[in-house]
């Protein structure tokens, strides 16, 4: 590895920076691998400032249609800024800054605009002044659809974002077309400009929980993606960012661009729905109701989940998250308890018989925050639990001192960190924590987490160690449709299995799946979905997130919609 930093050169418009260059020129300054070093501030030519000259002009390049559906488009805009800033905190996505205000260079470009002004080459002048910073990698944070030299004047060539999965959405806006599909996910890439639009190579990608609103969805992605750039920007001089981990294949779409009146009216529609339907279960005191259920069968595999006892949810409170456990003879099912009036949960067990009856044993685990996803694992028959507790910002375990009611506080393996779902095991000589974590550091500030897209996994020697090693490959999945942890199977086959949340659209939870893990190592990971359970086996169920199984008990749960009356 090279032992001088990166430098890096970011192209922007005149005018302000817009939040999300200014948030990676700020994660610049806090390490040591890479610098940017100067603003390429790209100036146009004979711009008119009279607001009627810029309309016609817009006219006379791409129509008076294509006006109109953008004019009616920046309306939506307008509405939805305001509603992602004040109910969902994420206003900081709509900041700009004083370029003046960054220590590094400014320096003025004035690129050739195409007719349809898509299209932005760089005069010679300014590739050669560009060659003399001695720039590594240039940074496209601006307008235009670059094309010519400028692609490859520098070693790593100009990296930008593109928020959408570039083999099934090209073009923009950004964030829109996932929520007028209503697809389940939202992806980024992170690629290596070329002459194909949104076809360059690609360095990394992933992807979150598409909601309902676009703008709102734009700015989840942007938070989210923002921090990877920075880290594949400090890995530029590692021989890993050069492996060629996502393959190209055919785009077989259309190249999407700014919806014309009718899709805007319909997604306008279809918005209003949601909302309509929203503030119908809040005035009416409807919720989304997680319950559990189980059985006793032969293997986890070969179930009939319609015949699943259900458990009856207390008063004010419901079952979510169970996971198993054969011990001492018994058969307890550890669950999320959560409490609607206190808005928390603690973690409770609920011993069940073959004979079909159950009993509620109650609380066995409480904290001033919320618990969650109470995963039992052994050591040496010593029970452990590790529950949700990311409102504590940490990971930890509780040790079992009284079956199944008793447990204290054993070790915290993790501080500092935002993390949901973790599962932790023991193999090949090693102990392995999978938990979904939340990289951006963002979090903290806004109040917002998001532990649906993000698979990590750390390894040790010791289960008491405070030094568990980070995969290189974290994050090993990032995909909301795979990457979520959903429970625990304990299989007699001697084969690791983990399952799996996948969300749907605005929906956290919609099903979960099964993956056998094929390869797990301090270099590699690999898992190969089995199969995925729809929430098909009741009746008026929405969704269902959690599986889980150990000696011949089965546990899972699943939602409906009911009134907080009844």
Not at 28 to 35: I, M, T
Request: proline share 3%; aromatic share 14%.
């Amino acid at each position: 590895m090279k032992n001088n930093k990166i430098k890096a050169a970011i192209i922007i418009d005149d005018g302000p920076v817009p939040f999300l260059i200014s948030d990676l020129i700020d994660k610049s300054l806090k390490q040591d691998r890479y610098e940017i070093v100067a603003l390429l501030v790209q100036k146009k030519i004979n711009t008119k400032k009279n607001i009627i000259s810029k309309i016609l002009n817009y006219i006379s390049r791409r129509g008076l249609k294509k006006f109109i559906e953008s004019f009616t488009f920046a309306i939506i805009k307008i509405l939805e800024k305001f509603i992602v800033k004040k109910y969902y905190n994420l206003g900081i996505v709509f900041e700009t800054r004083n370029p003046d205000s960054f220590t590094c260079k400014k320096i003025d470009v004035h690129p050739r605009i195409s007719k349809s002004g898509l299209i932005y080459r760089f005069e010679n002048s300014d590739i050669d002044m560009i060659k003399n910073l001695g720039v590594d990698v240039l940074i496209r944070g601006g307008s235009g659809i670059l094309k010519g030299e400028i692609l490859d004047i520098c070693t790593f060539g100009v990296l930008s974002f593109h928020h959408a999965e570039n083999d099934i959405n090209r073009g923009g806006p950004p964030g829109f077309w996932e929520v007028f599909h209503k697809q389940s996910s939202t992806g980024f890439i992170i690629q290596r400009l070329s002459e194909e639009l949104d076809g360059g190579e690609v360095i990394f990608k992933g992807s979150i929980r598409t909601t309902f609103l676009y703008l709102l969805n734009w700015a989840r992605i942007c938070l989210k993606a923002n921090y990877f750039l920075h880290l594949k920007l400090t890995q530029l001089n590692d021989s890993s960012i050069n492996e060629k981990i996502y393959p190209k294949k055919p785009y077989a779409y259309p190249l999407y661009t700014v919806p014309s009146l009718s899709q805007q009216l319909k997604y306008l529609f279809q918005t209003l729905l949601i909302i309509i339907n929203k503030v119908y279960r809040k005035l009416f005191l409807y919720k989304i109701e997680w319950h559990t259920a189980y059985q006793f069968v032969d293997s986890w595999d070969n179930s009939v989940l319609r015949k699943s006892i259900k458990i009856k949810n207390p008063k004010n409170r419901f079952f979510a998250d169970p996971f198993v456990k054969y011990y001492n003879n018994r058969n307890v099912i550890f669950v999320e308890d959560f409490n609607y009036k206190k808005n928390k949960a603690v973690i409770s067990a609920i011993e069940v018989n073959s004979d079909k009856s159950y009993q509620i044993l109650g609380p066995v685990l409480e904290e001033d925050y919320h618990l969650s996803y109470p995963f039992i694992f052994e050591e040496n028959n010593q029970l452990f639990m590790c529950p949700e507790t990311h409102q504590s910002n940490d990971i930890r375990i509780y040790k079992c001192e009284e079956f199944p009611m008793k447990w204290k506080l054993h070790k915290i393996l993790m501080k500092n960190v935002s993390a949901g779902d973790s599962n932790i095991f023991y193999h090949d000589n090693k102990w392995w924590l999978m938990t979904n974590l939340d990289s951006s550091d963002l979090g903290g500030k806004l109040n917002y987490h998001e532990h649906d897209s993000e698979l990590h996994i750390f390894y040790t020697d010791n289960l008491d160690s405070n030094n568990w090693i980070s995969h290189p490959k974290n994050p090993v999945i990032f995909n909301s449709n795979q990457s979520r942890n959903a429970g625990k199977i304990n299989s007699n086959d001697g084969e690791l299995y983990r399952v799996f949340q996948e969300q749907g659209f605005s929906i956290y939870g919609k099903k979960f799946g099964v993956s056998k893990i094929l390869e797990l190592d301090t270099e590699n990971y690999k898992e190969e979905i089995i199969f995925i359970v729809e929430p098909n086996f009741y009746n008026q169920i929405i969704g269902t997130h959690h599986y889980s199984f150990d000696k011949n008990l089965m546990a899972l749960d699943f939602q409906n919609i009911r009134s907080r009356l009844k």
